[in-house]
């Protein structure tokens, strides 16, 4: 507590309740917090992108323009994932710990706005793993990625809702269930969801179970907004808005409890 007290001298916080002050002092200590691991994890981040994209393909033989957008999408994908559903709740249960959360609760901030603080940081250091992730995918399969407004929009809502999802295990879970379930989020996604393959070869049951799991829709409304295959995303969407909402709201109702 006194390392964070010291940390947050630097970083005035309004007497008064307003958001956008609140939010950007503590955007700005979240910075100061993690200005050693932040440079770190964004090199990890795009050499994860770029392993992917390059070490998955040299375990297909003949990669099809179908299979070279899975691949490409999906390691984005997984590194949002990475990102929201196990770094963000793995910081977040040490900062519980070490009683950093109880000494922000203290703070004269919206709770929304402790909330998004740390999302915002950990999603802009995730953007250049993301942007090394086009490039490779570009250069390894000669795709044509479109980084218009709804691909941007695209990867911000999968950042949103991996980070709030991340919240509220961090939030509710102790930490060793909160270690147990982001090591089965990242196995999961790795090794059983068609994220970097496509759905179909899965068993029927497989397929429809993920259609209301967040991970795989995001992973096409990703892949859509990318390459414009024309896949209808209206199910997808209402599916990864359901569970941002109620993964925020968990969170929200876990950071308004007093200790």
């Given amino acids: 507590m006194s390392t964070d007290s010291t940390l947050s001298r630097g970083v005035e916080f309004p007497t008064r309740r307003a958001w956008f002050p609140s939010w950007l002092g503590l955007v700005r200590w979240s910075l100061i917090r993690h200005k050693y691991l932040l440079p770190a994890f964004t090199l990890v981040q795009a050499l994860f992108a770029v392993a992917i ?38 910081i977040t249960s040490t900062s519980r710990q070490e009683g950093v959360l109880e000494y922000q609760k203290t703070l004269p901030v919206p709770r929304s ?15 250049p793993g993301i942007a090394i992730g086009m490039l490779a995918a570009a250069l390894r399969f000669g795709l044509h990625v479109h980084t218009d407004i ?48 496509p759905a179909e070869r899965l068993p029927e049951w497989a397929i429809y179970l993920h259609q209301f799991l967040p991970f795989v829709p995001l992973g096409d409304i990703i892949r859509e907004a990318a390459f414009r295959t024309g896949s209808p995303q209206a199910l997808n969407v209402a599916v990864v808005a359901s569970w941002a909402l109620v993964a925020y709201n968990i969170a929200y109702i876990a950071l308004r409890k007093r200790s």
Avoid: E, H
């Fill in 53 to 90: 994209v390059y070490g998955l393909a040299l375990l297909i033989p003949a990669i099809d323009l179908k299979t070279a957008r899975y691949l490409s999408a999906g390691a984005w994908t997984l590194g949002i994932i990475a990102v929201g559903c196990v770094l963000a709740p793995q």
């Fill in 113 to 127: 706005a402790i909330l998004l603080a740390d999302a915002v940081v950990w999603s802009i250091a995730a953007l």
């Fill in 150 to 197: 709804a691909t941007v929009a695209a990867i911000l809502g999968a950042q949103f809702t991996t980070v709030s999802i991340g919240y509220a295990i961090a939030f509710w879970l102790p930490p060793n269930g909160n270690s147990l379930a982001t090591q089965v989020i990242m196995i999961g996604g790795l090794l059983f969801s068609p994220i970097t393959f």
